[in-house]
């Protein structure tokens, strides 16, 4: 088996750290600024900065619930989340084949509560052979609100993946290493508002770690109307990172995450396709963004947990943006994964003064909050829609 590897990163969808506000190098005042001009800097700044804590984080999350997670015990050749198939284990439920009886399926849903009766996350896949060590994926993820039976946004990707062994239910084994390519979008309301491309080098593990690399772009198809511009980003975890599997089943990730921001009048974003890559570190992305202005580059120390694929702590420390902003998220383990007030972030201008602050649950639904004029937006699967 190689030893280096790349999934498709199905959904990792951020819109990253734009600060702009009208100067042509996309400088940005947070401190002392007033005014419509000042305002409006305030809010690029802090929703730029807040998507692009999501690119990660998104890619990883997703990672998680599409491979079999190698253990020190198995070496990652057993069913990678150890669920239950077919009943309720503590607002996890897992189907094989898919509750729609689809061939080569399978179905995982998140739910807000432990007896599963309020779906949170619904996400499907189906998977076909295309050769030895090879598949491509259809993976449809489902996004719903505490209380409502409709989805309110649906992610759907194409996941292309190559040089793997695959193990129980059609999943990639990570502990052999892989790569792959994921396209998708996110809609909403039937509405296309996210699109965001990626690859990922998973290398092969060395006892229960394994070292990778990635690299993304994506941008708000809908831009924000109140600002009439959208969004959009690229870069990843171009240098690597590693994925440890800890002794409690548990994930943990650990990586810089770089990129550049863009923005631009809506509709003038697109993503580019170059080359797959084969090893880390990246130097040529396979994506990158057109169109738009760049404005400034970021740089995301992230370290995350999942366990059963769901995201249980989450720590940025001092994450940098353009003219030294910063950006610094901590888990709140005192209430439920599926609490909007799970993971807590703020933005704050180099001055230490705040810009903003964001609250989510595990699945990346919240709000973000400007300090300057209390104007909220809403965030759905790491990326703020409106």
Request: proline share 3%; aromatic share 8%; net charge negative.
């Amino acid at each position: 088996m190689r030893i280096h590897s790349r999934i498709a990163l199905a959904a990792i969808v951020a819109l990253a750290a734009c600060s702009g506000g009208g100067a042509s190098s996309g400088a940005f005042s947070p401190s002392g600024s007033s005014g419509t001009g000042g305002s409006q800097t305030a809010t690029e700044s802090s929703i730029s900065t807040a998507n692009a804590l999501g690119t990660p984080i998104k890619q990883m999350a997703t990672y998680n619930m599409s491979i079999s997670n190698s253990t020190p015990q198995s070496a990652g050749r057993s069913n990678p989340q150890s669920y239950t198939l077919g009943s309720c284990s503590n607002g996890i439920e897992f189907f094989a084949p898919d509750k729609n009886g689809d061939p080569n399926s399978t179905e995982l849903q998140y739910f807000y509560d432990a007896a599963c009766t309020q779906v949170a996350r619904d996400i499907t896949r189906v998977y076909s052979s295309t050769g030895a060590g090879s598949e491509s994926v259809a993976r449809t993820e489902s996004t719903y609100a505490d209380g409502s039976n409709t989805a309110s946004a649906v992610r759907t990707d194409t996941d292309v993946i190559t040089n793997a062994t695959f193990g129980q239910y059609g999943y990639p084994i990570a502990a052999d290493g892989f790569d792959g390519v994921s396209t998708g979008n996110l809609t909403i309301s039937g509405v296309k508002t996210i699109a965001s491309d990626g690859e990922i080098v998973m290398e092969a593990a060395g006892g229960s770690t394994n070292d990778y690399c990635g690299d993304t772009a994506g941008y708000n198809a809908t831009g924000i109307a109140a600002l009439n511009e959208t969004f959009g980003w690229q870069g990843g975890d171009l240098s690597g990172g590693t994925r440890t599997v800890n002794n409690d089943g548990s994930v943990t990730w650990a990586a810089t995450h770089s990129g550049t921001a863009f923005k631009g009048a809506i509709g003038s974003l697109s993503i580019a396709t170059g080359t797959q890559n084969a090893t880390c570190p990246i130097t040529t992305p396979m994506f990158t963004l057109t169109g738009g202005t760049s404005t400034g580059t970021y740089t995301i120390p992230v370290t995350a947990t999942f366990k059963q694929g769901l995201l249980v702590g989450l720590t940025i420390t001092n994450a940098v943006f353009a003219n030294g902003t910063t950006l610094n998220v901590t888990t709140n383990t005192s209430v439920s994964p599926t609490n909007a007030d799970f993971i807590n972030g703020t933005v704050a201008s180099s001055g230490g003064t705040t810009i903003a602050t964001f609250d989510t649950d595990a699945f990346g639904d919240g709000t973000l909050t400007v300090a300057s004029t209390g104007k909220q937006y809403v965030i759905t699967d790491w990326h703020i829609v409106r």
